[in-house]
């Protein structure tokens, strides 16, 4: 499954020589009324017939025979794909890349100098990974997750720890403090491999699930690193089955993310109103994009707008009209239906935070804010004064 580091490497990938074709595709075997081979066929045509004077006749000819490979790398290797599959391919500069995708994926061609990577950054928030963790006095189950994808771990039992009828001739308090300690220890050792596993595979957020004493108690054995991603706990059973689990983690990952798009929201509103480190509306974002300043980027997922990219400085502007000049070094400009793909793919070079609102109760607030917006790394006012 592609990582956070492949799409970061691809959105650097570019030759000035020879187009690159980027394909998404979506590859849904469950579905038998719907036959990925003739929506991979539709694209390729499409690709093949709008081949412009964007590109030379060697050019032309490298990007027909770049699809002919596309076709016959699926005829040959399709089945061997269950989800999403993105190529990038410019076999004359030695680029050939296949990777596999989450199911969710909107199948799409582009050509141009460098990979066209918007729909996988939109899809990251889908690959971040995190550790749903069962646990109780002498037992815990560990899984690892993605929205799209979840495995069992392991499971750990420590036995020592006696059971409620196991009293024997003990008075109550000695009992308690037994248990107390046995718990302790077992959840101490519980606490080692979470951390273990976030050394070996960083994840970004941790669920608990047990009774609520019990979670208490074992939040306070975790190492601070584990703890700070503690995302919420889920009401299931110790025997419950994967599928449950991993459906209820995923609820509680949702609804993290969507809180998080809420508070920058309203993050975003009070800094613009203060006129100090936000942004809200097309133009505004293009000058803090310009400036290297996105810190996190909010867009409605709908939101799309016209404008321009300079082919030679790569900026994104909001004019491109024939034979217009760039703003800022003068090169040539390549007017796009939409350039809202550049932004997201520029603003995450810089590093930036992407925040996609794709529902309502976040592209509601979004409205009167111009439908994208920025929360930005320093301040304007500081800025304009030294
Ligand atoms: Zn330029």
Request: include cysteine.
């Amino acid at each position: 499954m592609i990582t956070r580091a492949d799409v970061d490497a691809l959105s650097r990938l570019g030759s000035d020589q020879w187009p690159i074709v980027s394909l998404i595709l979506r590859v849904d075997k469950e579905r038998i009324d719907d036959d990925y081979t003739i929506r991979l066929k539709n694209l390729l045509r499409e690709a093949a017939d709008t081949l412009d004077d964007r590109f030379n006749p060697q050019q032309r000819k490298a990007v027909l025979e770049d699809l002919e490979r596309i076709r016959e790398f699926f005829r040959d290797e399709g089945d061997r794909f269950g989800r999403g599959v993105a190529v990038f391919a410019a076999s004359q500069a030695g680029i050939w890349q296949v990777h596999e995708l989450p199911r969710d994926v909107e199948s799409q061609i582009a050509i141009g100098f460098e990979a066209h990577v918007a729909p996988l950054i939109k899809i990251l928030e889908q690959l971040e990974p995190f550790v749903t963790c069962l646990i109780a006095r002498d037992s815990a189950r560990l899984f690892y997750g993605r929205l799209g994808k979840f495995e069992e771990l392991q499971q750990i039992v420590d036995e020592e720890v006696p059971g409620q009828h196991d009293q024997g001739g003990w008075s109550q308090a000695r009992y308690e403090r037994h248990i107390d300690e046995h718990a302790r220890a077992h959840f101490k050792r519980v606490a080692d491999e979470l951390f273990h596993i976030f050394e070996e595979q960083p994840y970004r957020w941790l669920i608990l699930g047990g009774p609520d004493e019990v979670v208490a108690a074992f939040l306070e054995q975790l190492h601070p690193y584990v703890r700070e991603r503690h995302a919420g706990t889920v009401r299931v059973l110790m025997e419950a089955n994967i599928n449950e689990v991993h459906e209820e983690s995923c609820e509680i990952i949702r609804r993290w993310i969507l809180d998080e798009k809420l508070r920058a929201i309203e993050m975003l509103r009070n800094e613009v109103l203060s006129g100090d480190r936000g942004v809200a509306g097309l133009e505004p974002t293009l000058m803090a994009l310009q400036q290297g300043q996105i810190l996190t980027l909010l867009v409605d997922d709908s939101y799309q707008a016209p404008g321009a990219v300079c082919l030679n400085c790569r900026s994104v502007q909001r004019e491109g009209g024939t034979g217009q000049q760039c703003v800022f070094c003068g090169g040539p400009l390549q007017a796009l239906d939409n350039v809202v793909p550049e932004i997201v793919t520029g603003a995450f070079r810089q590093g930036a935070n992407l925040l996609f609102l794709t529902q309502p109760e976040t592209q509601e607030p979004m409205r009167d804010l111009g439908r994208i917006g920025a929360l930005l790394r320093f301040s304007l006012t500081s800025q304009s004064e030294g």
